[in-house]
């Protein structure tokens, strides 16, 4: 019995392994195109973030606005114009692919380069998870290990790839981790969206996969995915991952072993850069594996072979899967990680309790997740790319529902984390709606050219409309957050300098603590009361900034028990004898702030889910007299007193 698979955009082609092959591209050619393309990615993203650092326009003004709008409708007339050209078809394959990785490079690169061309911060500056990412920077911009962010001696528990490769990039440029954080993060950008492109062209025409990889591009942006951007890789090659899968566990012959390879490997990286999506990008091989053995039972297939095949197949994916977690996971399961409590999962935004309605939206992208809407319902039955798409979006509802009932207990799943992945699935579904409207038009009205010329107007307004809304509308916050920051190394000559501001003393905290304690960052253990001092340069913490990305192993709340102990010290020697006694490294170097009350405070943050902010800062007061002792060295900066504890052993 032959089945047939709808091609992506209408008309059917017959199931792979019979007159067709598992995928579009070999694997040496898939592979070709995933280096050369991330090879060409990273040195055009560099260069074009180097013409943009060049234009020194003060912010203030529209004229990056102005200017990012021009580049992008450019690039977009230039792209959308190709894919109509009849005569483009002909062009060399070199021509062809170094002119799409071009284009999605460009698109991806500049639209965050140039609104961020005045400032060298990334989206969000060095504030909020910015705090947590450029600490994770310098922290593996000093060491090729893979330590923990912030406590000195334990196993990572917040999967360091990312920020590993993040270091080598760092090292390679001779630039500290935070000064690295920016261009580290575009360039990351602007090889998700080539990578994209070469997934997709294992599973559908070349035209198609760059339409989708653009349309993934524009729609990442929409929903400011780039600014957690160690997680918009593995968001943005889903769906052409999953799509393979579903191909793969379908095929009833013999799967050529490199498909299985390619499907782990994806789900290694994501296990080793974000912990959450390997466990939706799990779910969703499983689900469609399920799916496919329903299916085949109801063919009539026998169960057991099915279940076999189906089963080897999913080991060989779930073996390279583990090979790569264990990288960043094993030694913190070693260590015994795995049992410890931990509220990484304690956060529920406003986002995070609506279900994510993209298509309501009245402008370009609303309406083209609308049209994706609507296709995937249409065309699910008959073509395989609506089919796995659907069931990508109907997951993340499915999270959505599970997230919310896991408040019950007491916890989520951080489902607000998946609206850029239905942002995404939306998207591209609208696309491949839009790619089919305009292939059956001419066979309605007979006349192929109008139908082109209207179609590639259309699409360019369209796309310039999005574009202009996130440069007008999503980035715009993150990118004036980014503007208004503090330097560490000099300050922004573009903002009045504030010294009720902490940022404004994190130079002369740092050369304080390195005279005072004559060592290295990475021999000091700091218990900082700014809570960005340990972006900035990699002293090691006592106490992590929030709960929420500490380390299990940490032992976070008897950390803050031990901070509020030393408080109650009856004297120098008493606390100097706590320290010594102290179960964990005791800091070395104490960064308080003055109080008005004349005590020496230290914040101490406690976990208040399911508040919006789910955060409670307390004040410990250390008297000034407890750090009198000759073995404490002090010195005063700005609102902050900076305490060093001479007698401290060297960190090993």
């Given at each position: 019995?032959?089945?047939?698979?709808?091609?992506?955009?209408?008309?059917?082609?017959?199931?792979?392994?019979?007159?067709?092959?598992?995928?579009?591209?070999?694997?040496?050619?898939?592979?070709?195109?995933?280096?050369?393309?991330?090879?060409?990615?990273?040195?055009?993203?560099?260069?074009?973030?180097?013409?943009?650092?060049?234009?020194?326009?003060?912010?203030?003004?529209?004229?990056?606005?102005?200017?990012?709008?021009?580049?992008?409708?450019?690039?977009?007339?230039?792209?959308?114009?190709?894919?109509?050209?009849?005569?483009?078809?002909?062009?060399?394959?070199?021509?062809?692919?170094?002119?799409?990785?071009?284009?999605?490079?460009?698109?991806?690169?500049?639209?965050?380069?140039?609104?961020?061309?005045?400032?060298?911060?990334?989206?969000?500056?060095?504030?909020?998870?910015?705090?947590?990412?450029?600490?994770?920077?310098?922290?593996?911009?000093?060491?090729?290990?893979?330590?923990?962010?912030?406590?000195?001696?334990?196993?990572?528990?917040?999967?360091?790839?990312?920020?590993?490769?993040?270091?080598?990039?760092?090292?390679?440029?001779?630039?500290?981790?935070?000064?690295?954080?920016?261009?580290?993060?575009?360039?990351?950008?602007?090889?998700?969206?080539?990578?994209?492109?070469?997934?997709?062209?294992?599973?559908?025409?070349?035209?198609?996969?760059?339409?989708?990889?653009?349309?993934?591009?524009?729609?990442?942006?929409?929903?400011?995915?780039?600014?957690?951007?160690?997680?918009?890789?593995?968001?943005?090659?889903?769906?052409?991952?999953?799509?393979?899968?579903?191909?793969?566990?379908?095929?009833?012959?013999?799967?050529?072993?490199?498909?299985?390879?390619?499907?782990?490997?994806?789900?290694?990286?994501?296990?080793?850069?974000?912990?959450?999506?390997?466990?939706?990008?799990?779910?969703?091989?499983?689900?469609?594996?399920?799916?496919?053995?329903?299916?085949?039972?109801?063919?009539?297939?026998?169960a057991g072979p099915v279940l076999r095949r189906l089963l080897l197949r999913l080991v060989v994916i779930g073996a390279?899967?583990?090979?790569?977690?264990?990288?960043?996971?094993?030694?913190?399961?070693?260590?015994?990680?795995?049992?410890?409590?931990?509220?990484?999962?304690?956060?529920?935004?406003?986002?995070?309790?609506?279900?994510?309605?993209?298509?309501?939206?009245?402008?370009?992208?609303?309406?083209?997740?609308?049209?994706?809407?609507?296709?995937?319902?249409?065309?699910?039955?008959?073509?395989?790319?609506?089919?796995?798409?659907?069931?990508?979006?109907?997951?993340?509802?499915?999270?959505?529902?599970?997230?919310?009932?896991?408040?019950?207990?007491?916890?989520?799943?951080?489902?607000?984390?998946?609206?850029?992945?239905?942002?995404?699935?939306?998207?591209?579904?609208?696309?491949?709606?839009?790619?089919?409207?305009?292939?059956?038009?001419?066979?309605?009205?007979?006349?192929?050219?109008?139908?082109?010329?209207?179609?590639?107007?259309?699409?360019?307004?369209?796309?310039?409309?999005?574009?202009?809304?996130?440069?007008?509308?999503?980035?715009?916050?993150?990118?004036?957050?980014?503007?208004?920051?503090?330097?560490?190394?000099?300050?922004?000559?573009?903002?009045?300098?504030?010294?009720?501001?902490?940022?404004?003393?994190?130079?002369?905290?740092?050369?304080?603590?390195?005279?005072?304690?004559?060592?290295?960052?990475?021999?000091?253990?700091?218990?900082?009361?700014?809570?960005?001092?340990?972006?900035?340069?990699?002293?090691?913490?006592?106490?992590?900034?929030?709960?929420?990305?500490?380390?299990?192993?940490?032992?976070?709340?008897?950390?803050?028990?031990?901070?509020?102990?030393?408080?109650?010290?009856?004297?120098?020697?008493?606390?100097?004898?706590?320290?010594?006694?102290?179960?964990?490294?005791?800091?070395?170097?104490?960064?308080?702030?003055?109080?008005?009350?004349?005590?020496?405070?230290?914040?101490?943050?406690?976990?208040?889910?399911?508040?919006?902010?789910?955060?409670?800062?307390?004040?410990?007061?250390?008297?000034?007299?407890?750090?009198?002792?000759?073995?404490?060295?002090?010195?005063?900066?700005?609102?902050?007193?900076?305490?060093?504890?001479?007698?401290?052993?060297?960190?090993?």
């Amino acid at each position: 019995m032959t089945s047939t698979l709808a091609r992506p955009g209408g008309d059917t082609a017959t199931e792979p392994g019979k007159h067709q092959p598992l995928t579009r591209l070999g694997p040496g050619r898939t592979l070709a195109e995933l280096v050369l393309g991330i090879v060409a990615a990273v040195v055009l993203s560099l260069v074009l973030q180097f013409g943009a650092n060049r234009l020194r326009i003060d912010p203030g003004t529209y004229v990056p606005d102005a200017l990012v709008n021009l580049a992008v409708a450019a690039i977009l007339v230039l792209l959308f114009g190709a894919l109509v050209y009849p005569r483009a078809a002909r062009w060399p394959l070199w021509v062809r692919l170094g002119g799409s990785w071009a284009a999605l490079t460009a698109l991806s690169t500049l639209l965050l380069a140039i609104p961020l061309q005045g400032t060298r911060f990334f989206l969000g500056g060095s504030s909020v998870d910015n705090t947590f990412r450029l600490q994770y920077m310098e922290r593996l911009t000093t060491s090729a290990g893979l330590p923990d962010v912030n406590y000195h001696g334990l196993a990572a528990y917040y999967p360091g790839g990312w920020f590993w490769l993040g270091g080598r990039f760092a090292n390679l440029l001779g630039l500290e981790g935070w000064a690295a954080y920016k261009p580290y993060s575009i360039t990351w950008a602007a090889v998700s969206g080539v990578v994209a492109f070469v997934l997709w062209s294992l599973v559908v025409r070349r035209r198609m996969a760059l339409l989708a990889s653009v349309a993934t591009v524009l729609a990442g942006f929409v929903a400011v995915a780039p600014e957690e951007p160690y997680a918009w890789p593995t968001t943005a090659w889903l769906a052409p991952i999953m799509l393979l899968a579903w191909r793969v566990l379908r095929f009833r012959g013999r799967v050529p072993a490199w498909t299985l390879v390619l499907i782990g490997v994806y789900l290694g990286f994501s296990a080793v850069t974000y912990t959450l999506h390997v466990a939706f990008g799990v779910a969703a091989v499983v689900l469609l594996a399920l799916i496919t053995l329903v299916l085949a039972i109801r063919a009539g297939e026998p169960a057991g072979p099915v279940l076999r095949r189906l089963l080897l197949r999913l080991v060989v994916i779930g073996a390279v899967t583990a090979a790569l977690a264990l990288i960043t996971w094993g030694p913190f399961i070693l260590a015994g990680g795995l049992g410890k409590p931990n509220v990484a999962a304690h956060f529920l935004p406003e986002i995070s309790a609506y279900f994510p309605m993209p298509f309501t939206s009245v402008n370009a992208f609303g309406v083209l997740c609308l049209a994706g809407l609507v296709w995937l319902l249409l065309r699910a039955r008959r073509d395989p790319v609506a089919f796995v798409l659907l069931v990508l979006a109907a997951l993340v509802y499915a999270w959505f529902a599970l997230s919310n009932l896991a408040l019950l207990v007491r916890t989520t799943l951080l489902s607000f984390r998946f609206i850029v992945t239905v942002d995404v699935v939306l998207a591209v579904a609208g696309v491949f709606a839009l790619a089919e409207l305009v292939r059956a038009l001419p066979k309605l009205t007979g006349r192929a050219r109008p139908v082109r010329t209207v179609a590639f107007v259309l699409a360019v307004l369209g796309a310039v409309s999005v574009s202009q809304t996130i440069v007008s509308s999503s980035l715009k916050d993150v990118v004036d957050t980014a503007e208004s920051d503090y330097y560490p190394d000099g300050w922004n000559a573009n903002f009045e300098h504030d010294p009720k501001q902490d940022g404004y003393w994190t130079p002369q905290l740092v050369s304080t603590i390195a005279q005072l304690t004559g060592r290295p960052p990475t021999g000091n253990i700091v218990l900082s009361a700014h809570d960005r001092l340990l972006s900035f340069e990699p002293y090691w913490g006592f106490q992590q900034t929030t709960p929420h990305y500490a380390n299990p192993l940490g032992a976070y709340a008897q950390r803050n028990d031990e901070i509020r102990s030393w408080a109650t010290a009856r004297g120098s020697a008493d606390l100097l004898a706590r320290l010594r006694a102290n179960p964990h490294e005791a800091p070395n170097v104490f960064v308080l702030r003055r109080g008005n009350d004349g005590k020496l405070l230290a914040p101490i943050t406690s976990d208040t889910f399911p508040r919006a902010v789910p955060l409670r800062v307390d004040e410990v007061g250390f008297a000034p007299e407890l750090f009198a002792s000759p073995e404490f060295q002090r010195r005063d900066v700005g609102p902050f007193t900076v305490i060093v504890n001479t007698s401290a052993s060297p960190i090993s």
